[in-house]
């Protein structure tokens, strides 16, 4: 939490790299800009003495734009966006910016499935990052691609969700682009390069029309993996630090070599 003066100057340094909310900002420095210029006065015993009243009104009018601002009515909210200019898309999203995204309202996850036609387990790499405000994912989207996914509120009277998505290949590149800013969530984003890493080097085979299976220690090893990064992204649970941190999946080894025979 920042207040007065310390607020507004972080305010001051986020402000060149707000993309939703840089009408709050400069108002909030308006504000504080404007109590700056006008000291307070004090009586004899050095007491505070009440601000003008035309200070008090003005005061007020700044409190009720930043309120109504902030406000978490959607369809406000709604006719906000649409009259708002959007100056921000043009800019470049920095990695940075977008890896601040992933460690507070993304995920890294690797996903375990079975194939309804053979049976056959998959694992794969999944990146999420969810957010009220679409136009922040279109951003996001236009300079890292991934696939958005509308989602509907998650109560009534919320506003609606949206998710942006990285797979497997696109993944793999996305994550390349923002690990070294990640914050939070590096140990998932080290285990998952392990991950990926593997999958890049394992070949699989096929076996008539369709794929082989892998070789147990294959699966053995995206198993854990996959336990792993469950155990990781347990609600409540703190990433151990990288000195203290268990080695998440089996090393190199037969593993990361494995080749499945064709059928």
């Not at 009440?50 to 009018?61: A, F, I, K, V």
């Not at 136009?135 to 009534?156: C, H, M, N, T, W």
């Not at 993944?171 to 593997?198: G, V």
């Not at 090893?221 to 336990?227: I, L, N």
């Amino acid at each position: 939490i920042w207040t007065n003066a310390a607020a507004s100057e972080m305010v001051r340094h986020l402000l060149p790299h707000l993309r939703i909310k840089t009408t709050q900002a400069r108002l909030l420095l308006d504000y504080q800009d404007d109590v700056a210029r006008r000291p307070r006065d004090r009586d004899e015993r050095g007491r505070l003495l009440p601000l003008p009243m035309s200070e008090q009104h003005r005061q007020e009018e700044l409190f009720q734009r930043i309120k109504a601002l902030n406000t978490r009515d959607p369809q406000v909210r709604k006719r906000q966006r649409l009259a708002q200019a959007v100056g921000a898309g043009t800019r470049r999203v920095a990695p940075s910016y977008v890896a601040g995204l992933v460690d507070g309202e993304g995920s890294l996850m690797i996903t375990k499935s079975e194939s309804q036609r053979d049976g056959l387990v998959q694992y794969r790499a999944r990146i999420t990052v969810a957010n009220t405000d679409k136009r922040v994912l279109e951003d996001v989207q236009r300079f890292y691609g991934g696939i958005l996914v509308s989602q509907g509120p998650r109560k009534a009277g919320w506003n609606p969700g949206y998710l942006l998505v990285w797979s497997d290949g696109m993944a793999e590149e996305f994550l390349a682009s923002i690990r070294p800013h990640l914050r939070i969530k590096q140990a998932q984003a080290r285990l998952l390069a392990e991950f990926l890493r593997h999958k890049s080097v394992t070949v699989q085979g096929h076996m008539g029309r369709g794929f082989a299976p892998f070789p147990a220690e294959v699966i053995s090893y995206r198993e854990q993996c996959h336990a792993s990064m469950a155990d990781l992204n347990r609600r409540g649970a703190r990433p151990p630090a990288p000195s203290q941190r268990p080695h998440a999946c089996p090393s190199g080894g037969q593993a990361s070599r494995a080749i499945s025979h064709t059928g």
